[in-house]
T-cell receptor, first 113, second 112 residues
Framework: ETGVTQTPRHLVMGMTNKKSLKCEQHLGHNAMYWYKQSAKKPLELMFVYSLEERVENNSVPSRFSPECPNSSHLFLHLHTLQPEDSALYLC????????????FGNGTRLTVT | TQLLEQSPQFLSIQEGENLTVYCNSSSVFSSLQWYRQEPGEGPVLLVTVVTGGEVKKLKRLTFQFGDARKDSSLHITAAQPGDTGLYLCVSLDQGGSEKLVFGKGTKLTVNP
């Protein structure tokens, strides 16, 4: 298996639920990212991990909690989300933190009811 | 933070037509990437342009980087339904944040 794999592809959760999104990359990259894609907005960077260390947190609410246990895996833990958090969540990886192309997964379509 | 303006926002054409989409910024790009995101998938890198005036071709797609490195265009010749998707331009922010900046994209639909 190659590339960046995200699971699940679709997720519907209530506002009181706790769920996790998973991302796995098989490219040997050093940096991994979580992006949020909403309609009519540019991709919003949420978190960046470089060599398993979180290097960026762009004012993301605490109801989103990332975890990077090793260089190949990235999680986004979700709890007490709001309906406006419904979006496509994209994971990406790159060889280095910047100035190298991003490889995206196919995303998790999240709906918060 | 540098802003990238993409136009048009939406474009719907018939198979076989030609089209051009644009990416503009008030700041100079160090480099610019174009990605295509097909429905239900993540964005995929098409090309990176670095030098002012550079032209790169990828089959029916022609990418041009403006001489002043503040604008870029993507021209598609004889569009096919498989070209349908969201075209995103991406640049490294020149405002000092060292972040990648994304445009909102051009959503292209090619009808058979």
């Amino acid at each position: 298996e190659t590339g960046v794999t995200q699971t699940p592809r679709h997720l519907v959760m209530g506002m009181t639920n706790k769920k996790s999104l998973k991302c796995e990359q098989h490219l040997g990259h050093n940096a991994m990212y979580w992006y949020k894609q909403s309609a009519k907005k540019p991709l919003e960077l949420m978190f960046v991990y470089s060599l398993e260390e979180r290097v960026e947190n762009n004012s993301v609410p605490s109801r989103f909690s990332p975890e990077c246990p090793n260089s190949s895996h990235l999680f986004l833990h979700l709890h007490t989300l709001q309906p406006e958090d419904s979006a496509l969540y994209l994971c990406a990886s790159s060889q280095d933190r910047y100035n190298s192309p991003l490889h995206f997964g196919n995303g998790t379509r999240l709906t918060v009811t | 933070t540098q802003l990238l303006e993409q136009s048009p926002q939406f474009l719907s054409i018939q198979e076989g037509e030609n089209l051009t989409v644009y990416c503009n910024s008030s700041s100079v790009f160090s480099s610019l990437q174009w990605y295509r995101q097909e429905p239900g998938e993540g964005p995929v890198l098409l090309v990176t342009v670095v030098t002012g005036g550079e032209v790169k071709k990828l089959k029916r797609l022609t990418f041009q980087f403006g001489d002043a490195r503040k604008d870029s265009s993507l021209h598609i010749t004889a569009a096919q339904p498989g070209d349908t998707g969201l075209y995103l331009c991406v640049s490294l922010d020149q405002g000092g944040s060292e972040k990648l900046v994304f445009g909102k994209g051009t959503k292209l639909t090619v009808n058979p």
